[in-house]
């Protein structure tokens, strides 16, 4: 006899947890500047913004995470599996997020950031495509889906893109991360729709 699928309660619930605790390992990196008032906040500025971008980076994952879970109502051992390995990669984004602060933005640290992004992005695209297989088997996959597919390939080359151009430009770099998230974020203001990533 076939054991059914989990549903996909405890799957949020873990997965609410470990973002939780990613956000929390990441803000810790702010230190008090030594630098008086103006002066002080202005040495923390490359901080707060690559921490704002890490910050954004994760948000919009634990949202697009949210709204495709909710798409299936049990989750089988190959969405399990891919929700694993997503969190897995983007667990490592605090360690690149310090890395790229601690090293002061050189190339090498900044296409590291870019590439951590890459291989988080493939990894919920992993998961995406395990929730879609569900959909398919279900007959729920709709047509706003490949739509979606297509932009996170899309965004997926623009981090891509990232990885050399910090060879050239690290501040340039940083700039096509922050355009992907902003791709994300500011489209689904308008239209007030869950975002996906």
């Given at each position: 006899m076939s054991q059914k699928p989990p549903p996909t309660t405890r799957l949020e619930a873990f997965s609410d947890g470990v973002i939780a605790v990613?956000?929390?390992i990441m803000v810790l990196e702010f230190k008090v500047p030594h630098q008086e008032i103006i002066a002080g906040l202005y040495a923390i500025l490359p901080t707060f913004i690559i921490y704002l971008l890490s910050f954004a980076f994760t948000g919009i994952y634990?949202?697009?995470h949210h709204h495709l879970i909710h798409r299936i109502e049990a989750a089988d051992p190959l969405t399990l599996y891919a929700n694993l390995g997503f969190l897995?990669?983007?667990s490592l984004l605090p360690f690149f997020t310090a890395?790229?602060?601690e090293k002061k933005m050189v190339a090498f640290a900044v296409s590291l950031y870019a590439i951590s992004m890459v291989v988080t992005g493939a990894a919920f695209l992993g998961l995406r495509l395990a929730v879609h297989r569900n959909l398919h088997?279900?007959?729920d996959l709709k047509s706003e889906d490949k739509a979606v597919l297509r932009k996170h390939?899309?965004?997926?080359a623009l981090y891509l893109v990232a990885v050399p151009v910090a060879y050239y430009?690290?501040?340039l770099a940083i700039a096509i991360i922050a355009a992907v998230t902003l791709m994300w974020i500011i489209p689904n203001l308008a239209t007030r729709q869950p975002t996906e990533d």
């Open positions: 990613i956000i929390t634990w949202m697009n897995f990669c983007l890395y790229v602060l088997h279900t007959g390939l899309n965004s997926l430009r690290s501040y």
